[in-house]
Every structure is written in C-alpha cells, then in structure tokens.
T-cell receptor
Framework: DAGITQSPRYKITETGRQVTLMCHQT?????MFWYRQDLGHGLRLIYY???????DKGEVPDGYVVSRSKTENFPLTLESATRSQTSVYFC???????????FGDGTRLSIL | GENVEQHPSTLSVQEGDSAVIKCTYS??????FPWYKQELGKRPQLIID?????GEKKDQRIAVTLNKTAKHFSLHITETQPEDSAVYFC????????????FGPGTSLSVIP
C-alpha cells in the first residue's frame, strides 16, 4: 500500500544516539500505530494515536517517544538508543479502531 | 489486558494439503479477530478478519472460524500452494473500544512443492 511510507528503510547507529523513524500516510486515517517485530515475539505495539495530538502507550513503550502534530505524520524517536532496541519497526494506520491496519514497509534498525 | 497465543509456531505441509493455525485469547470482551500474512522481508497484510457476530467466514481458499465460548479462533487454508508460504499472525481486539489489537507470536508456514 503506497499510502503509508516509512523512512529510512535501514538505519545503523550507535548506543546512546537519538534516532527518529518517520511515518507518513496519505489516507487521512485517524489511527496510527508503531510496532516492533522481533523473532519469537511477533508484532508488539509501542505507541498508538487516535488522532492528532492524542497518543497512548502500547505494550512496550519504554525508551520511545512519539508525537502527532499532524494527522498524516507519526514519528517515533529513540531518545538514547540501546542494543535491545535493534529490531524491525513497522508503522500502521487504520480508519478507526480495530478496522484493518495498513502497514508500511518497515524500518530495519541496528544499534551497535 | 488481552493475551493472544498461537499454535503451532512452525508448520510444514505438502502442496495441495490443508493447513490449520489456531489462536486463543484471554479477554472475553474481544470481538474483532484479524489475520495477517507476512511474506519474507515484506509488510504484514490483512488476509481475512472476523467479528464476534459470526462463527465462520470464507474467502476462496481461506476460512476463519471463531468459538467465543472457548475463546479460540482458527485459520484454515485449503489446497495450499507454494505462494502461501509466509508467517501468519492472528490478532484480537475490541472493535468499539479505544483499545488496540494484540497480535499473536506468529506461525511460519512452509508449503512444500
């Protein structure tokens, strides 16, 4: 689905650095989500947002910060990256809660 | 909160055979159950979903069944093909709630030609 794009696709950084992953959707979906995907854990929700300026914690929010000043953007920031945050990160959006989520292509983040 | 378990974690079938993946959930208030397919290196994509007002839903070779009393639901793929090889995720959530959908850990399906 080209309507939701993530950048960068790949990122390598060092521990302690700040990293921001970008997510942009063109459908004007109200809901947006950030997941991390690790082997054996499936998709775990980090943060979600029901609308601009409304965000809430998911299952694994520690070490992450989000903002949503505009409906179409939902950036995820790792304020001080740790090796345990090495993962594949997926952004998703949906028209409303529990409606099918449309995923981006993911960002593969490696923290050395 | 909701907890979703999924079995088996890996599944190999011969081409043309059927595949069944089972999920259980813990929150009796959950009423929305989507299934996602993720091919290697790609994004998860919705393949079918079911809501609690129905017990079964079919879409060509794919079907999902739901047993709300037992709190489990299953994905059935008939006449499997090599392109069905992927990781499949079940999920459970509340359709009318602010709440999020919780994913199971995934099942890696391999269809052997």
């Amino acid at each position: 689905d080209a309507g939701i794009t993530q950048s960068p696709r790949y990122k390598i950084t060092e521990t302690g650095r700040q990293v921001t992953l970008m997510c942009h959707q063109t459908w004007s979906h109200s809901y947006m989500f950030w997941y991390r995907q690790d082997l054996g854990h499936g998709l775990r929700l980090i943060y979600y947002s029901a609308a601009a300026d409304i965000t809430d914690k998911g299952e694994v929010p520690d070490g992450y910060v989000v903002s949503r000043s505009k409906t179409e953007n939902f950036p995820l920031t790792l304020e001080s990256a740790t090796r345990s945050q090495t993962s594949v990160y997926f952004c998703a959006s949906s028209y409303r809660e529990s409606q099918p989520q449309h995923f981006g292509d993911g960002t593969r983040l490696s923290i050395l | 909160g909701e907890n979703v378990e999924q079995h088996p974690s890996t599944l190999s079938v011969q081409e043309g055979d059927s595949a069944v993946i089972k999920c259980t959930y813990s929150d009796s208030a959950s009423n929305y159950f989507p299934w996602y397919k993720q091919e290697l290196g790609k994004r998860p994509q919705l393949i079918i979903d079911i809501r609690s007002n129905v017990g079964e839903k079919k879409d060509q070779r794919i079907a999902v069944t739901l047993n709300k009393t037992a709190k489990h639901f299953s994905l059935h793929i008939t006449e499997t093909q090599p392109e069905d090889s992927a990781v499949y995720f079940c999920a459970a959530g509340q359709e009318t709630s602010y709440d999020k959908v919780i994913f199971g850990p995934g099942t890696s399906l391999s269809v052997i030609p």
